[in-house]
């Protein structure tokens, strides 16, 4: 696919095992971290300072998104270089769904992870990006089972949850990963000969069911994301099976961001100790302005974009 | 659902405590039970009772400093260290058991007399797989945004190197890599902590 002549959906790296496995690895070791939207160098610095395991440049966060409407495209390049001149911490961006040109950028400026999201506008209805020629990993979003492996097949090496971000509301993310969780349970619980059938209800690559079937988990990371605003909604997500959070507008548009930022990262270490979340829980100042779902008709979800 | 406390342990095993403030706990659980020891989550001072060995695993440097910072475990985990029994830091641990940091520093143990230079390799783009040179054969090394190691003192021992560079050393019961022994099943250099850890028993 991604040597294909013409347009060369492509990136400009090579796809080889060897390459996956440190794409992997760069997740596995976020695991038990905070990833936190910023949108400029000084943002970064704040999450960097409390705590956060890496950053994600983006243009505006969802909520703004959400609020303003328009096109959103990948992060100014200035922006992205100055928040790795100024942080420690790996970097991560976003990029369009289907949009491999903006991939290339980010490769090319040796982003540390490329986030092909839902959460700006979609380039592509019908592809995403084939994600292995790229030297720089991928995390995608995923509301079950199915979504998850086929962004797997297509090189992703982490997955998170899509939930709804810019709402301020974990009920999607929660059902998001009561889903895939859920799915991947039942998987455990078929004979051989009935994988094949559940793979094509799944929408998903034979081969990756059957791997799921066996070792009860995806083959990649999983984390959270989408609606996470507070300590105790980072920690219903551990305690639900992610293995590390994202959090978009929750830490940037509340009353005190560096204060909620530093819970957040203390409740996902001690996400199952009560004393301590009481602790992360203490003192904060006011958190984002929440979405009822209800209100949100299926147009203004951002989870729906994606396949 | 995922917790992963402490595991039942039959009296004469050998228990190895993993740092879990944040980063690759679970595939340095993974090598230990392989190796067929148990191990145990180490997130405030008292989970260091009563363990025989130490990871302090990879991860984020800066993220795991400040929550070693938050609950007091400098401290503790130099106590640990003075008393003999083997700590062994990957990647990011390895920054944690410097004796100095250079490029963004951050507090580190001083368990070895090294210099840990991070992100020196650059982003996570110029991650590579290679095999090391050194005592242990054919031993592939991963490095994920590697730190790299300089001016060892005269009491680290080298025990591997790649392009010239000391990726594993020890200075007595320290060890240290900057590749990930545990994304590999090799499994020789989890064997040498435990190896150490023998050696302190009773």
Not at chain 1, 144 to 149: C, I, T, V
Not at chain 1, 227 to 233: H, M
Not at chain 1, 238 to 248: H, I, K, M, T, W
Request: with cysteine; glycine share 10%.
């Amino acid at each position: 696919m991604s040597d294909q002549a013409g347009n060369g959906n492509g990136g400009t790296g090579e796809a080889t095992a060897q390459s996956f496995e440190l794409k992997v690895g760069l997740a596995e070791m976020m695991k038990g971290g905070v990833i936190m939207d910023v949108v400029n160098p000084d943002q970064a610095k704040i999450a960097e300072d409390s705590g956060a395991c890496a950053v994600m440049a983006l243009e505006r966060v969802p909520s703004d998104i959400r609020r303003d409407g328009g096109v959103a495209r990948m992060c100014q390049v200035e922006i992205i270089e100055s928040i790795q001149r100024t942080v420690s911490i790996p970097v991560m961006a976003k990029i369009r769904i289907g949009h491999y040109l903006e991939a290339q950028v980010l490769d090319a400026l040796g982003v540390d992870f490329i986030d092909e999201s839902e959460v700006l506008t979609p380039a592509d209805e019908e592809h995403h990006v084939d994600k292995f020629g790229f030297r720089s990993p991928f995390v995608c979003g995923a509301r079950d089972l199915g979504e998850a492996l086929r962004r797997i097949s297509e090189g992703a090496a982490m997955i998170r949850t899509k939930g709804e971000a810019g709402s301020g509301n974990i009920v999607e993310a929660v059902r998001h990963l009561r889903t895939i969780f859920g799915q991947m349970r039942s998987l455990q619980a078929l004979l051989p000969e009935e994988v094949a059938a559940r793979a094509k209800e799944l929408r998903a690559p034979l081969d990756l069911v059957q791997r799921v079937a066996e070792t009860g988990h995806l083959p990649v990371p999983n984390f959270a994301a989408g609606g996470i605003a507070t300590p105790a909604d980072a920690a219903l997500c551990r305690s639900l099976g992610a293995e590390a959070v994202f959090v978009g507008s929750g830490i940037f548009k509340s009353g005190d961001p560096a204060v909620l930022a530093r819970a957040i990262v203390r409740a996902t270490t001690h996400w199952d100790q009560p004393e301590e979340l009481v602790a992360a829980c203490r003192g904060l100042g006011k958190p984002m302005e929440g979405i009822e779902m209800e209100t949100l008709d299926e147009s203004q979800r951002l989870a729906n974009r994606g396949w | 659902m995922v917790a992963a406390g402490r595991q039942s342990r039959p009296a004469a095993e050998l228990c190895v405590g993993i740092v879990s403030v944040q980063g690759a706990v679970q595939p340095h659980a993974a090598a230990i039970a392989k190796a067929g020891a148990a191990w145990a989550q180490v997130r405030h001072p008292e989970d260091l009772d009563d363990l025989d060995a130490l990871i302090l695993p990879g991860g984020e440097s800066t993220t795991i400093s400040k929550g070693l910072e938050r609950v007091g475990l400098y401290e503790a985990l130099e106590a640990f260290a003075q008393s003999g029994r083997p700590v062994l830091g990957t990647c990011a641990g390895a920054i944690l058991m410097a004796r100095e940091v250079e490029g963004f520093p951050v507090r580190s143990l001083g368990l070895i007399d090294i210099t840990a230079v991070r992100n020196a390799y650059g982003t996570q783009v110029d991650s590579f797989a290679t095999v090391a040179q050194g005592e242990l054969e054919g031993l592939r090394a991963i490095f994920i945004r590697a730190p790299q190691l300089k001016r060892p003192g005269p009491d680290v021992e080298v025990l591997a190197r790649v392009d010239g560079w000391p990726v594993f050393v020890r200075q007595q019961n320290a060890l240290a890599t900057t590749f990930h022994p545990e994304l590999t099943p090799d499994g020789r250099v989890h064997a040498a902590l435990l190896e150490l850890a023998r050696k302190q028993q009773p």
